[in-house]
C-alpha cells in the first residue's frame, strides 16, 4: 500500500476507516490483514501487508532488521539546508532523550542503541528564498524516529518536522489542538516531508520490489 500522510498504520478508537490496517480489513471482509511493517502517522510511502499470519512472520523477519541486509528500504526526505556531500554514512547511536517535555521523544547519546543512515543527495533547490534539499536515505538499522533523528543531528533537519525540527513546543501544540499559523507558516508543509519510495527483498525463491509515488504537496515542494 501507499500510504497517504496523516493516516495512522493501527486501528483506534474512531473506527475501520481511521487507520490504514482498518481499511483494508474492510476491503478484504475479514481481521487477517496484518501490517509487516509500520509508518509514523505524518511518514507517506511503501507499507507491506501481508493477508495471514504465516507470510507476515516470515516477512516481518526480513523487513525488520532481524536479517542484517535482508531488505532494502529507500526514503526520500526534503531538508532545510544545501547538502553540501554527494554521499555519507550517519553513525550515531540513539536512545530516549531525558530532557525533552515529549515522552515519545529520542535523540543522539553515547548510551544509545547502535544506528546508521546511510544518505545520498538528490539535488539542491531554492524555495522563497530559502534553501533545501532532496535526499535519498537508506536506514542500516531499524531504530524508532531514526531517519528523522539522524538528518537532524547532521544540521539538516526534515521540513515539517514538528518534533525534531526547530522548536519541539510545535509537537505539543500539534496534539493539543493549538498549532498556530506562525507554526504553519514555519513548518511550511501540512506534514514532514519524509516518504517510503521503494522496499526490497527476496522471498520464497524470488526477488520482490515494491516503490511508491510521493504525494502532491511533496513533489510540489521538491519541484
Request: hydrophobic share 45%; glycine share 10%; with cysteine.
Amino acid at each position: 500500500m501507499n500510504k497517504p500522510a496523516g493516516l495512522v498504520c493501527h486501528p483506534t478508537k474512531d473506527g475501520p476507516l481511521s487507520s490504514l490496517i482498518g481499511r483494508v480489513r474492510v476491503h478484504l471482509g475479514d481481521t487477517e490483514g496484518r501490517l509487516v511493517n509500520r509508518l509514523d502517522r505524518e511518514t507517506s510511502g511503501v507499507v507491506l501487508i501481508a493477508k495471514g499470519a504465516v507470510a507476515a512472520a516470515e516477512l516481518g523477519r526480513l523487513v525488520s532488521g532481524a536479517v542484517a541486509g535482508a531488505a532494502d528500504k529507500s526514503y526520500w526526505a526534503i531538508v532545510e539546508g544545501h547538502v553540501t556531500a554527494t554521499e555519507w554514512l550517519i553513525d550515531a547511536p540513539l536512545g530516549k532523550d531525558v530532557t525533552s517535555p515529549v515522552a515519545i521523544k529520542d535523540c543522539v547519546r553515547a548510551d544509545g542503541a547502535a544506528a546508521q543512515t546511510r544518505v545520498r543527495l538528490i539535488r539542491t533547490f531554492v524555495r522563497d528564498g530559502a534553501h533545501f534539499s532532496l535526499v535519498d536515505v537508506t536506514p542500516l538499522t531499524g531504530r524508532k524516529h531514526q531517519i528523522r533523528i539522524h538528518l537532524a543531528h547532521a544540521g539538516y533537519p526534515i521540513v515539517g518536522d514538528k518534533l525534531y525540527g526547530a522548536d519541539e513546543q510545535r509537537y505539543l501544540r500539534l496534539v493539543e489542538g493549538r498549532l498556530t499559523e506562525d507554526d504553519r507558516r514555519a513548518l511550511r508543509m501540512t506534514f514532514h516531508a519524509l516518504h517510503a519510495r521503494a522496499m526490497a527483498f527476496e522471498w520464497r525463491g524470488r526477488p520482490w520490489r515494491f516503490e511508491a509515488d510521493a504525494g502532491e504537496e511533496f513533489l510540489r515542494f521538491s519541484a
